[in-house]
């Protein structure tokens, strides 16, 4: 049997509410095109959601912690995934895919190449093309979004899907299968959207998000404290609405190049023999909690993401699967699976295939509950662990005041009801799962011991 080609692409800080199929105030036809032809994940978490932690769980498939990679390793060094290490790109090689990167690689300082990729069009590339031929080209809105003065023939998410798209065409008459990752940086902040999409989202017409108005009542610390260490305390919806207008309007942007891959594989015939995946390594606040970025909150602003797939070999239109599932660690078994090569028998994540085709399959490998972690960044370190079910959600916070919501009666996690009797029992029980997992995935900090009469007797002030 033919290996599949397989086509990631991976957005950055993509927000799950975000995309079209989802939420009708924006524009992704190309994302809903995927949607109707292939499978909507409704449940799919990131494992962390920090950019560099999250792609070498891709990589590698498993959690980030269990490797050392911690932050950003641009930030502060850190440990990060190795090139002898096992990883799914040169996983793939050695099956004889040929494999090709696009866009930001945030795995190491290492190249692409000594990972197993064997065509590289980098970031650095794009942003070579830009003091080219834009050297005089200026921004004055820092993270929060403006009109870019470069247009959208030479915008970042077109420059990455032209390549693409030249690279297919190069491989229309080849038996060999292929493995490409397009990594679209956006719609990282700071957000700049091209005249036309810049355009599309009036500010006036954003309806604030749910949970603008936190009080952060019984809440950590931190997230006040991010608050003033941003500059965002005087930060009205109106001054906030002007940045998610630019976010949705990034997010439109990148669709439109998304559909010109999606087209170019229809015009060569390789639909059908292509895994296409489109997902996000975690997501953004966005004015959420009135917050942006996505440190010190295990909030599902950042680790609820979109995640598409469509297979025509395997998976019918139009499926829906509510079942958890970890978007960085399952997507490499399922890859593994779905082309009969080796998966590494360490890995944390669990193949799809079986789910996919609506076979039979272990259930106890896809529990009623997901696990994300954080450990700080830019204002210190700070450790976080979250369970997130159909209706809960805990967060055990190491050095301060642990939170859990009532995700039925607040969708929007506003309250914390931790120190509530009628929810002790619960809480008890979340605790008890999250030791199970993160025992599983070898967490330091549950390894070592210190912190398990947290988890083990609910001792918590």
């Not at 870019?148 to 970042?156: A, C, D, T």
């Amino acid at each position: 049997m033919k290996k599949p080609n397989i086509l990631l692409f991976l957005a950055d800080q993509h927000r799950y509410d975000c995309v079209g199929y989802k939420n009708s105030d924006i524009q992704t036809p190309n994302i809903d095109r995927l949607a109707r032809q292939g499978v909507v994940f409704n449940n799919a978490f990131c494992p962390t959601p920090v950019c560099a932690p999250a792609r070498q769980s891709f990589m590698s498939a498993k959690r980030a912690e269990s490797i050392g990679a911690l932050w950003n390793f641009s930030f502060i060094n850190t440990t990060t995934i190795q090139p002898d290490d096992w990883n799914i790109v040169r996983n793939l090689k050695d099956a004889g895919y040929k494999n090709l990167f696009i866009g930001k690689w945030d795995v190491s300082h290492t190249s692409e190449y000594d990972y197993g990729f064997d065509t590289v069009h980098s970031s650095s590339e794009y942003n070579t093309f830009i003091k080219q031929n834009y050297p005089n080209v200026e921004y004055t809105n820092k993270w929060f979004g403006e009109k870019n003065p470069i247009p959208y023939k030479h915008s970042r998410p077109k420059y990455y899907a032209d390549k693409a798209c030249l690279e297919l065409e190069e491989m229309k008459n080849s038996d060999t299968p292929w493995f490409m990752w397009i990594d679209g940086v956006d719609p990282h902040l700071p957000c700049r959207p091209a005249d036309q999409f810049y355009d599309m989202y009036k500010p006036s017409d954003i309806k604030p998000w749910g949970s603008f108005d936190d009080s952060f009542t019984n809440k950590p610390y931190i997230q006040k404290q991010q608050i003033l260490n941003w500059n965002l305390e005087n930060k009205s919806w109106d001054d906030w609405s002007k940045t998610v207008a630019c976010y949705y309007g990034m997010i439109s942007q990148l669709d439109h190049s998304f559909g010109l891959i999606l087209d170019t594989l229809d015009k060569l015939n390789m639909s059908e023999d292509t895994l296409v995946i489109y997902t996000s390594d975690h997501g953004d606040m966005c004015g959420s909690h009135k917050m942006i970025d996505k440190h010190y909150v295990l909030y599902d602003d950042v680790i609820k993401i979109p995640f598409v797939m469509r297979y025509p070999k395997l998976i019918h239109k139009k499926t829906q699967i509510d079942f958890f599932v970890y978007n960085a660690l399952d997507i490499p078994a399922t890859i593994c699976d779905l082309c009969g090569i080796h998966m590494n028998p360490k890995a944390h994540g669990r193949s799809l295939v079986d789910m996919l085709s609506k076979n039979s399959f272990d259930l106890d490998k896809f529990p009623d509950y997901t696990v994300s972690c954080s450990n700080g960044q830019q204002f210190g370190s700070y450790t976080q662990r979250s369970i997130r079910t159909k209706h809960f959600k805990y967060i055990w916070n190491l050095t301060d005041v642990d939170e859990f919501y009532d995700l039925k009666k607040d969708p929007y996690e506003l309250e914390n009801k931790v120190y509530e009797e009628n929810y002790k029992e619960t809480i008890s029980d979340l605790r008890s799962k999250l030791k199970k997992e993160l025992t599983r995935c070898n967490d330091p900090f549950v390894i070592s011991g210190w912190l398990n009469r947290t988890l083990d007797e609910n001792v918590k002030l």
